[in-house]
């Protein structure tokens, strides 16, 4: 059995729609607040950089209970790439960037470039510090064509301040996965279907 049959096994007994999240970006752009805020919804500004972290929590999304795991990846450098390993282990990918540093901007285009990702992996773009306009280096501009590149939502926010626009990111990314998942669910009986029929067509033939 795939690991993603083993998945959809679990979520079926559990009840619970499941929706495995990557947050990607270069060292200090707020990654690690703003997985918590989502989670605990109010931020802690002290984690632990060197390491990457995973979080469990059941949110309310749409009337829905979500089963969120997120993984808060921690490269050691700009240079650093995402594993083959985190991809494929996400449902969905947020890439956050810093309004304050253009490198990690820099960084999420070779992100995009160099990684692998699936034609139908849900991924948003966010611009995170934008309480921070007086040390501004990548504008609104960049980043909205940034998103229209990568095909994907793009946001800006402020981990620090607005919690709930901050928990609106996860959610969106969680509709586009479940969205995705009933899409592709729909492919297969429709193929399925028409296998059935050309099957049925043929032995009459």
Not at 118 to 142: C, F, W, Y
Not at 187 to 198: D, F, Q, V
Request: include cysteine.
């Amino acid at each position: 059995m795939t690991s993603n049959a083993i998945r959809a096994l679990r979520r079926k007994k559990s009840g619970l729609s499941e929706v495995k999240v990557a947050v990607i970006g270069a060292p200090g752009v707020g990654k690690s607040g703003k997985t918590t805020i989502s989670l605990l919804w109010r931020y802690i500004g002290e984690y632990d950089h060197q390491s990457e972290s995973k979080y469990k929590s059941e949110v309310q999304v749409d009337g829905d209970t979500i089963l969120f795991e997120i993984l808060d990846t921690c490269p050691k450098s700009g240079d650093e790439m995402p594993t083959r390993d985190t991809i494929h282990w996400a449902d969905g990918i947020l890439l956050v960037y810093a309004i304050t540093d253009r490198d990690s901007f820099n960084y999420v285009r070779r992100v995009r470039a160099c990684t692998e990702f699936s034609a139908n992996l849900p991924v948003l773009l966010v611009g995170n510090k934008d309480d921070m306009i007086h040390l501004r280096q990548v504008s609104t501009e960049e980043g909205e064509i940034l998103g229209k590149d990568f095909d994907c939502t793009f946001e800006e926010v402020a981990a620090a301040e607005q919690v709930m626009e901050i928990a609106d990111v996860f959610h969106e990314l969680a509709r586009k996965v479940l969205a995705t998942r009933r899409k592709n669910k729909q492919s297969l009986l429709e193929r399925m279907l028409g296998n059935k029929r050309s099957k049925s067509d043929s032995k009459y033939a």
